[in-house]
């Protein structure tokens, strides 16, 4: 299962929301992920289940989608939210991660 | 402290083999899942590998599919991964990652820092 993700790179200024999408390239129900990485640092869940919000991750993260079309959105991003996000299915193996999103300060 | 710590990494000749290990501490390492996920410098994240709580499913990406093995010793809360047949395509940073389920695929809730492999001649 094939996931790409849009766009590959996103400039942003603090305090603005944002939306990143991920597609799948066959139904996987409500089995996606949500990372963040942080430059030189091991990736951070930050959703599960395409919308449950990881213990601890700032309520500004949230997810939803299901089938083939996911969304993540960061309502009022913060300087520390600039990082590269990744989606993730698990429906079985293989998993499969998409691309990457960059997001950087405009 | 809850953590996973990977070590075995290094500079290999293609062709050669190479064993990951990985420690795990501060939680019942045979709840859960645990997987090998890694990330070739400046590219995106592949998931490599990944085994059940109790060793009797485990799963590979079509890239390592032959050449690498997962086991899991649960005396030892140790993770490791054999990786025969090393070629250049292969350098990464191998995170040692835990799986939030003991047998179904969740989410990956805990990485290690990640250890280093190099294939070069």
């Known amino acids: 299962i094939q996931l790409t993700q849009s766009p590959s790179f996103l400039s942003a200024s603090v305090g603005d929301r944002v939306t990143i999408t991920c597609r799948a390239s066959?139904?996987?129900?409500?089995?996606l992920a949500w990372y963040q990485q942080i430059p030189g640092k091991a990736p951070k869940l930050l959703i599960y289940?395409?919308?449950t919000l990881q213990s601890g991750v700032p309520s500004r993260f949230s997810g939803s989608g299901s089938g083939t079309d996911f969304t993540l959105t960061v309502s009022s991003l913060q300087p520390e939210d600039f990082a590269t996000y990744y989606c993730?299915?698990?429906?079985?193996?293989?998993?499969?991660f998409g691309g990457g999103t960059r997001l950087e300060i405009k | 402290e809850v953590q996973v710590v990977e070590s075995g990494g290094g500079l290999v000749q293609p062709g050669r083999s190479l064993r990951l290990s990985c420690a795990a501490s501060?939680?019942?390492?045979?709840?859960?899942?645990m997987h090998w996920v890694r990330q070739a410098p400046g590219k995106g994240l592949e998931w490599v590998s990944g085994?059940?709580?109790?060793?009797?499913?485990?799963g590979y990406a079509d890239s390592v599919k032959g050449r690498f093995t997962i086991s899991r010793d649960n005396a030892n809360n140790s993770l490791y991964l054999q990786m025969n047949t090393l070629s250049p395509e292969d350098t990464a940073l191998y995170y040692c990652?835990?799986?939030?389920?003991?047998?179904?695929?969740?989410?990956?809730?805990?990485w290690g820092h990640g250890t280093m492999v190099t294939v070069s001649s």
């Open positions: 066959q139904d996987i129900s409500g089995f």
């Open positions: 289940g395409a919308s």
């Open positions: 990652v835990k799986d939030t389920s003991a047998s179904t695929i969740v989410a990956f809730d805990l």
């Open positions: 501060g939680f019942t390492f045979d709840d859960y899942a």
């Open positions: 993730q299915q698990l429906t079985g193996y293989p998993v499969t």
């Open positions: 085994i059940s709580w109790n060793s009797g499913t485990t």
